[in-house]
């Protein structure tokens, strides 16, 4: 998720108060360093982060971060906040065990199909060494056979 497009046009953000600034009706200025991450329409983003961090934090927290970085610790904490307000007790937790589930069954699956795989490789090779396909090969050959020069002989 792309969090530019929060700030939008020039006109609108120095116009309209971010979601930090109206709750703690201050006014927002076009300098106001969260109003990047917690626009107005991110009402809910902005409670679930301040319930989590508290928003003096959250703005000493971003100050501490280089510029090029603050996207990505931005995101990581809306994440997290966003992850303990749906699941109180769990949080992220929750998430990265499903993940870790999924990660198990997939491996599992993939386990499964290589064996398969295996075995039907082996069954080819062995297939391959006797010089038929299948044993109902073997059974249309009645008396016959065919010698390795590609003739026919009678038994
Ligand atoms: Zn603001």
């Avoid at 990581?76 to 069954?105: E, S, T, Y």
Wanted: with cysteine; hydrophobic share 35%; aromatic share 8%.
């Amino acid at each position: 998720m792309s969090l530019s497009k929060f700030h939008g046009g020039s006109s609108s953000s120095s116009t309209t108060a971010c979601a930090a600034c109206k709750y703690q009706r201050k006014k927002c200025t076009e300098h106001c360093i969260l109003a990047r991450y917690f626009p107005q329409e991110k009402q809910n983003q902005f409670l679930n982060a301040h319930k989590l961090f508290g928003v003096s934090n959250i703005t000493k927290f971003i100050k501490g971060v280089e510029e090029c970085q603050r996207d990505i610790a931005m995101n990581n904490l809306i994440f997290h906040a966003n992850a303990r307000a749906r699941d109180p007790v769990w949080g992220v937790c929750k998430i990265m065990l499903d993940l870790k589930h999924q990660i198990a069954c997939t491996q599992a699956e993939l386990n499964l199909v290589h064996h398969q795989n295996l075995a039907m490789c082996q069954t080819i090779a062995l297939q391959q060494q006797f010089g038929c396909y299948s044993y109902g090969d073997l059974l249309e050959q009645g008396d016959e056979y065919l010698n390795i020069d590609g003739h026919v002989h009678q038994k």
